[in-house]
T-cell receptor, first 115, second 115 residues
């Protein structure tokens, strides 16, 4: 696609349930990032994938959070046993090679509400 | 550790006038990149402009320019000839070059353009 695509755009879930958020990066982009945006914490880095290298998981807030990237393209962020403090907008970004390799392009985000 | 400070929670500007959004940063890294993103009420993060720490000239992209003062560790965004569509949240961010290039964001400035 032309841009980073995220689904769903909105997700409402009950406390304790698992959720999966999907990100489809810009075609050809080798790097993929997940960020979280919340009122209290602002924008926070969660995890980074680059090609076939081991992901940088240093930003994941707890072991309830995990992510995978299949075939070097689509990524799924999974939150297990959701808590109310997980409510936030989850943003995915990708970046590629060439002159603009340092530029991260973002999707529209998934707004997660945990009731 | 890196830190971005945006001291203006909100700014107002008249249509067609210029406005400067402030950003200061703190890092011990020698090689880094500075970014500005725009986030309208729709939620998507839109890349505006990038400045590398070794770039000698200030970056410009259309009506956007980045006033980079390395010794002062500041990277202010200047928007010329403001338009009503410029009303949005603006985030300054930085990343250390070479590794995973994850972004550290400031808390943002809400710009309102008045007709």
């Amino acid at each position: 696609g032309a841009g980073v695509s995220q689904s769903p755009s909105n997700k409402v879930t009950e406390k304790g349930k698992d959720v999966e958020l999907r990100c489809d990066p810009i075609s050809g982009h080798t790097a993929l990032y997940w960020y979280r945006q919340s009122l209290g914490q602002g924008l926070e880095f969660l995890i980074y994938f680059q090609g076939n290298s081991a992901p940088d998981k240093s930003g994941l807030p707890s072991d309830r959070f995990s992510a995978e990237r299949t075939g070097g393209s689509v990524s799924t962020l999974t939150i297990q046993r959701t808590q109310q403090e997980d409510s936030a907008v989850y943003l995915c970004a990708s970046s590629g090679g060439g002159r603009a390799k340092n530029i991260q392009y973002f999707g529209a985000g998934t707004r997660l509400s945990v009731l | 550790a890196q830190k971005i400070t945006q001291t203006q929670p909100g700014m107002f500007v008249q249509e067609k006038e210029a406005v400067t959004l402030d950003c200061t940063y703190d890092t011990s890294d020698q090689s880094y990149g500075l970014f500005w993103y725009k986030q309208p009420s729709s939620g998507e993060m839109i890349f505006l402009i990038y400045q590398g720490s070794y770039d000698e000239q200030n970056a410009t992209e259309g009506r956007y320019s980045l006033n980079f003062q390395k010794a002062r560790k500041s990277a202010n965004l200047v928007i010329s000839a403001s338009q009503l569509g410029d009303s949005a949240m603006y985030f300054c961010a930085m990343a250390k070059r070479g590794s995973n290039y994850k972004l550290t964001f400031g808390k943002g400035t809400l710009l309102t353009v008045n007709p």
